[in-house]
Every structure is written in structure tokens, then in C-alpha cells.
């Protein structure tokens, strides 16, 4: 018997064995509400956000080289469980995929508690994930195999247990860990982290492995699953599902008009199973059978696609939700981990209602499963307020990922159910590993969205954005001339002429304020190749169009100088609105505009230039953006050009434009390196050792571009952003470096 037919049959089935005025309101929502209160699926949830939350306290603890290893082990073992539960479930059956995976996650949720060392926590979270990958596989398509088919729309409800599990984890984790866990970097930098004094994400592992294990008990004492009658008819076990189809008419009182006879009758089932029993040929038709038609293939690669960029968002949203809220709070002035874990436990609660609402769009003529996907994914938009945005996006995701959820185990064909549901939610685990890579790659403590991470910026770190809307604006402007863009490792683009002797090959044509623009994120921006570029009148004339010009300065030394960036000793008055006192604020300029006059000899006079933002991405654990926020630096000179002792100085600011954090210092310099001057350094409220790796990592060659000077090259940079020296170069050299500071 084709599936197809068997569909058709078994709602028939359903229509005579359940659809009466009575039995509508009495056994088939008993039964549903039965499984809705003893099988939740909110162990899925509450296991995927346990990790979620855990993982950095967990960090602090275990001091890992890679901190985004437990998400990678959560959800390559959630791909390997919703492959081989999926796979297992339509060869040996429902009933004991959905007893033991969740016994399986239960037990390893409890031990990842005890975990000893970064590598056994990532094992047992691993092996847990395993169990609970087949969770939500098994309890849409026992669920389903058990509804009449005018109530199949109810699936969709079960995905409002995702938010309760969230919730109560969330909720736990908010008594649990302000106060069993160790002093955060950015508040408490020299405190240790121990077990013993870092407890809160075990008690958590615990308490939410425990619920989870009396789920899995309730699961066989209390639920007493029987095999699917959808799957004992696949299988061609008409007696057996005969017998259980009665069995479940008696216990209700109402009649069963099937028996093995009318089965029988319909013929023997050839495309469902292998004749060769269980075996690789027994996956295969499976497999197969997913793709069989013309009309299936139309139906899979959308859905398989749906479930797929659902899995890059989702994660992304729920998993790094935590230190989302936190980053934020610190921008929003709410620094402490009660409100952040109050604000998570909100957001999850949210969350719960977003599959109500999609079950009765999807039950609505109107909607329909597909439109109410669409809806669902169109009102998934950002939000600003600090709370408001998780909460409205937890809410609207469901929306969309609940339908999904229950849509994908309605039309898939029964006899394949499991497999085509455990082949999608693999999908949906694979690009969870992919959004670790996404955040280890993107600085998810940022403002900036993380879907402008692309896999150009791993190996070239800037915002592609702004780069695409320059070029596109340059040749719309001159179609025929536009330029050529060469990025530069591991910052930087040089942009060079096309038609050289043309008039687009003069400086005089470049658009300086769109220079202006990407130098904010791309610097530094070097014009090589351009003509009129040594010429004072033109360069200045540059210069005004860049901004607010100071005075031009020609001065250059041959000795190398230390890392630092132009104008700390500049200042303006201000008024504290606080006190109403005048004060002193640091002002520098905001850009450099440099043209080399002459060029060193090849090898020597290298000005370097240290990115922010790649330094905040590469700074080692336990060391973050907003423990350096917090940080004060002194200074002291008092012979060479400067003589000046500022104090109180921040170490980190944000950019006035792309409020991205900037880093502001001056390397320490004694008079045995150079007679330029002298500069003594001291942090003011962090431990001594800051200044060795600040040291280190702004010359990191993954941070800091060496950049290599021609005669005729015009370079500007973000001077916030960005901090810079130059290696020294033989005293004889004609080298000339022409500067102009801007606002």
C-alpha cells in the first residue's frame, strides 16, 4: 500500500473511530492534553538554553582556549541525535526512541554538573544533546500519529513548551547564578573562580537534569506508550495495530469499525520497508522516499531550507541571548546579572504565547500553514529598548518556528515521518555549529548586527556594508572609471585609478566624505596611483573637503616611536553636568590625512596601524570589552616634545559614529628604546599585567597592518579607532610625510 493511500485510509480511520460530537470534546482532547502535560517538549529547550546560559560561567571556571566549544558539542550532538533517533524511529519504532532519548538526556545533564575539566563538560553536554536531539523529532510525530486529522493544527501548540522550558530555565538560572556564582571579570578582575565558589551553573545542571529525569520517568509510568498505529500499519503489522486500535476504543467507549480483514483486503505493503529487514537498505528506502516524486522534491528543498536559516536564527538569538542582554545592559546602565537573568526570564515568557497564536492563524482559512509562516517571519524585526527587543522577537519567532515545527511532521509521508523530520532538524543543528563559528568570528558584545559577518571577514574584518554602497555610488557616478579595491591584511583598502592620465585619475575627483565614510570602519584607506597628489595646494584644498582642516605638519623624525594615537594632549573645557564644575575632556581629531612626499628605501619607515575592533576581537579570556570600559590610565612625560602628566585617562571609549569601542592608549616608552621621549604608563584600577597585553596585542600581526609607503600615496585614517606608530628608517633617506588633522 503506497503512503499516500495509507493516509488517506488512516483518516478515514480517524473519521469513523473518533469523529463524533462526544468523543471530539472527551477522548481525543484527553489524549492530547495527557501528552501535553507529562511529555513536554520543553526538556528540548530547557537542555539547549541550560548550555546557553552556562557557558560562561563555565569559561571562567575552566579557562578554555576556545570558549564557544560547548555550543559546538551541543549541537554536533544534537545533529548526531536527530539523525540517528529520526533514522532508528521509523525502522525500530516510536515507542522506544521516545522512552530512552530522553532518559539519555536526563542522566548526561546531570553529570556534564559534576564535570571536572572544560573537555568532559563539552563530552557529557555532547552525549545529552544526543538523547535530547531526538526529543523534538519523536514528540511532533508520536503526537501527530495520535491527533484525527481536523485537529493536526494542535502540533503547533506543542511548541509553546519551548518557551516554558526557557522560562524555567531562565527562572532558575535567576536564583542560581547572582548568587552562587563567581565575580564576574568586569566587576570582581581579581577574584578567582572555582568550584567553589562558581557553583551556580552546576546547580543548574542539576536542578534542570532532575526535572528532566522524572519527564523521562513519567514517560513510562505514567504515559505507557504504545506504538503509533501509523507506524504498525508501515511496518504491515495489521494485527498488532488492530489489536491497539481496539484497545484504545475500549478505553473510552466508543466503537472501532476496523478490523485485520479490511486491511487485508487493501493489499501488502512494498514501498515502506525493505523485504531484506533491518539493514542500510532499510535507511535508504527511507531516504529515498523523501524525495521520491516530482511534487515531494518541490516540498522538501523549500522546507529543508526553512529549517536551515532557522537554524542560524534561532540560536543566535536564544543561545546568545544571554550575553546579548548583558552587553547591552552595560550600554544601557544595567550592569548587574540579577536584572540581566530577569530580562532573559522575560523575554522566554514571551515566548510561550507565539505558538498559541500560530495554532489559530494556522487553523484559519484565512492564514493557513504557509501565511502564517510568512507573517511569523516578516514580523520578526528589531525592536530598540533593551527589553522590548527579545521579549516582541521571542514572541514573533515562534510564531513562525511553531508552524514550522508542526507543519514539517504534517506533510511529510508517515511512513518516512521520522526520518524527513530528524533529516530537517539536523539541518537546523548544523547551522547551530555554524552560528558558534558566527560568534566566535563577530563580536556579539557589539551594536552591529550579526548578519553583517560574512565569510569575507575572516580573513578581512570590515564592514562590507558601507565598502558596497561606495563602490556601487562610484560607478554610478563614473561607470566607465571605476576604481579598484584591494583589501589589505588584516585592515585596510587601497584603492587605485582606472584609465590613468584621465581626469578620473586625479585626486581632485575622489569623493572625500566617502572616503570620510570608510574610513570609519575600514581603516586605513590608502589612494595609490592618483595624480596631483604632491601638489600643497590640492592636498589641502583634500583635506577641507575631509573635515575641519588644523595646521599642515611636516615634521618627521627617522626614530621609531611608540604606539599611540594623535592628539591625547589635546583638551577642551567642559561643564560636568553632574557637579557643574569645568573639567577637562580629551579632544583629538578624528582623522589623519597623509601624502608621501618621498618614500623610505624598501624595508624601512613602515608606518603601522592597529585596528580596535580586531584588538576587541582577538583579546584573550578572561579579558573582555567590558572589563576594559571600566579602566583609567595615567601618563607622564616630561622632556621630548611633550611635558605633560594627564591622568584619569579611559582605555576605552565608544566611536562617535559607529559607537563601536575604541581603544585609547599610548605605549610605554623609556629612554633606552629612543631619545623621541619618554612616557611612563600606569593603570590606574586593573592589575599591572593589562599593559603587556595591550602591549602585545596592538603589534599582533592579526591586529596591526605594516603598511609600506610610495611617493604619491594619500592615506587616511580614523584616528578613534585606530592606533599607529612607524618603524624607524635610515637618518639619510629622503623620506617627507606630509599630515593634516581633521574633524
Not at 514517560?219 to 503509533?228: A, N, P
Not at 564592514?463 to 579598484?484: E, G, I, K, V
Not at 575592533?613 to 611633550?642: A, C, I, K, M, Q
Not at 590606574?684 to 599585567?689: A, C, K, L, T
Amino acid at each position: 500500500m503506497s503512503a499516500a493511500r495509507y493516509d488517506e485510509e488512516q483518516q478515514q480511520q480517524d473519521k469513523h473511530a473518533w469523529d463524533s460530537p462526544s468523543s471530539e470534546t472527551q477522548s481525543s482532547e484527553a489524549d492530547i492534553l495527557g501528552l501535553l502535560d507529562v511529555d513536554p517538549a520543553l526538556n528540548q529547550k530547557m537542555h539547549l538554553v541550560n548550555n546557553g546560559i552556562i557557558a560562561t560561567h563555565a569559561a571562567y571556571e575552566f579557562h578554555p582556549s576556545y570558549p564557544k566549544g560547548l555550543t559546538v558539542a551541543l549541537y554536533v550532538g544534537m545533529l548526531t541525535g536527530a539523525l540517528f533517533w529520526g533514522l532508528s524511529a521509523d525502522v525500530i519504532g516510536r515507542r522506544i526512541a521516545f522512552n530512552v532519548s530522553l532518559f539519555i538526556c536526563s542522566v548526561f545533564t546531570i553529570a556534564a554538573g559534576a564535570s571536572p575539566s572544560w573537555i568532559s563538560l563539552g563530552s557529557f553536554v555532547a552525549v545529552s544533546a544526543f538523547g535530547a536531539g531526538g526529543n523534538m523529532i519523536l514528540d511532533t510525530t508520536v503526537l501527530l500519529e495520535y491527533l484525527p486529522s481536523g485537529k493536526q493544527w494542535l502540533v503547533t501548540w506543542l511548541a509553546a513548551w519551548w518557551g516554558v522550558g526557557c522560562t524555567i530555565a531562565g527562572l532558575v538560572a535567576w536564583g542560581f547564578m547572582p548568587n552562587f556564582s563567581c565575580g564576574d571579570p568586569t566587576v570582581a578582575p581579581f577574584t578567582s573562580c572555582t568550584r567553589s565558589n562558581n557553583s551556580g551553573w552546576r546547580y543548574l545542571m542539576y536542578t534542570m537534569g532532575a526535572m528532566i529525569f522524572i519527564l523521562s520517568t513519567a514517560r513510562v509510568t505514567v504515559i505507557r506508550l504504545k506504538e503509533t498505529p501509523k507506524f504498525l500499519l508501515g511496518q504491515g503489522k495489521d494485527a498488532e495495530l488492530v489489536e491497539h486500535l481496539q484497545m484504545l476504543a475500549a478505553k473510552y467507549k466508543r466503537p472501532c469499525p476496523i478490523d485485520t480483514a479490511q486491511l487485508e483486503a487493501c493489499g501488502t505493503i512494498t514501498s515502506a520497508h525493505s523485504t531484506s529487514g533491518l539493514g542500510l537498505g532499510e535507511l535508504w528506502i527511507h531516504l529515498r522516499s523523501l524525495l521520491a516524486t516530482k511534487q515531494l522534491v518541490q516540498l522538501m528543498i523549500p522546507l529543508w531550507l526553512s529549517w536551515l536559516m532557522l537554524g542560524l536564527a534561532y540560536p543566535l538569538f536564544n543561545v546568545f541571548l544571554p550575553s546579548y542582554l548583558w552587553s547591552r545592559g552595560v550600554k544601557f546602565g544595567v550592569t548587574s546579572t540579577y536584572e540581566t537573568w530577569r530580562n532573559y526570564a522575560l523575554a522566554q515568557v514571551c515566548s510561550i504565547f507565539g505558538p498559541i497564536v500560530s495554532g489559530h492563524m494556522a487553523n484559519c482559512r484565512i492564514f493557513g500553514r504557509r501565511y502564517t509562516m510568512v507573517i511569523g517571519g516578516l514580523i520578526t524585526s528589531k525592536f530598540a529598548q533593551n527589553v522590548a527587543y527579545p521579549c516582541v522577537i521571542a514572541f514573533t519567532l515562534q510564531i513562525y518556528a511553531a508552524c514550522l515545527y508542526g507543519y514539517t511532521v504534517e506533510v511529510l509521508p508517515s511512513a518516512h515521518r521520522a526520518t524527513g523530520n530528524g533529516v530537517s532538524v539536523a539541518l537546523h543543528r548544523f547551522m547551530g555549529i555554524m552560528s558558534a563559528v558566527i560568534a566566535t568570528k563577530a563580536d556579539i558584545t557589539s551594536s552591529a548586527p550579526v548578519f553583517n559577518v560574512t565569510i569575507y571577514e575572516s580573513y578581512n574584518p570590515s564592514d562590507t556594508t558601507t565598502f558596497a554602497l561606495f563602490a556601487a555610488a562610484w560607478r554610478a557616478m563614473r561607470p566607465n572609471t571605476a576604481p579598484l579595491f584591494e583589501h589589505l591584511y588584516p585592515c585596510g583598502l587601497m584603492i587605485r585609478p582606472v584609465g590613468n592620465g584621465t581626469s578620473s585619475s586625479s585626486i581632485q575627483n575622489v569623493p572625500m566624505h566617502k572616503i570620510r565614510l570608510l574610513s570609519n570602519t575600514m581603516s586605513p584607506v590608502i589612494l595609490r596611483g592618483f595624480r596631483h597628489t604632491l601638489q600643497e595646494d590640492i592636498y589641502i584644498r583634500k583635506a577641507s573637503e575631509l573635515g575641519l582642516d588644523h595646521s599642515l605638519d611636516l615634521r618627521d623624525s627617522p626614530k621609531a616611536m611608540p604606539m599611540h594615537f594623535d592628539g591625547m594632549f589635546k583638551f577642551e573645557h567642559q561643564t560636568d553636568e553632574s557637579t557643574g564644575k569645568q573639567i577637562q575632556v580629551q579632544k583629538p581629531p578624528a582623522y589623519q590625512l597623509f601624502t608621501c612626499q618621498a618614500a623610505a628605501p624598501r624595508g624601512d619607515g613602515h608606518t603601522l596601524f592597529a585596528s580596535s575592533r580586531l584588538f576587541f576581537r582577538h583579546l584573550p579570556f578572561p579579558w573582555t570589552v567590558e572589563r576594559l570600559l571600566r579602566v583609567t590610565w595615567s601618563l607622564d612625560t616630561n622632556d621630548g616634545y611633550w611635558s605633560a602628566s594627564p591622568g584619569n585617562l579611559p582605555l576605552v571609549v565608544r566611536h562617535p559614529v559607529t559607537g563601536l569601542a575604541c581603544l585609547r592608549w599610548h605605549e610605554p616608552w623609556d629612554a633606552r628604546k629612543t631619545k623621541f621621549s619618554t612616557f611612563k604608563i600606569v593603570i590606574d584600577n586593573e592589575e599591572p599585567g593589562l599593559m603587556d597585553v595591550v602591549g602585545a596585542l596592538t603589534y599582533d600581526y592579526r591586529v596591526c597592518v605594516r603598511f609600506a609607503w610610495e611617493s604619491g600615496d594619500v592615506l587616511v585614517s580614523d584616528n578613534i579607532s585606530m592606533l599607529h606608530t612607524r618603524t624607524a628608517y635610515r637618518r639619510n633617506c629622503d623620506r617627507e610625510l606630509w599630515r593634516i588633522h581633521c574633524d
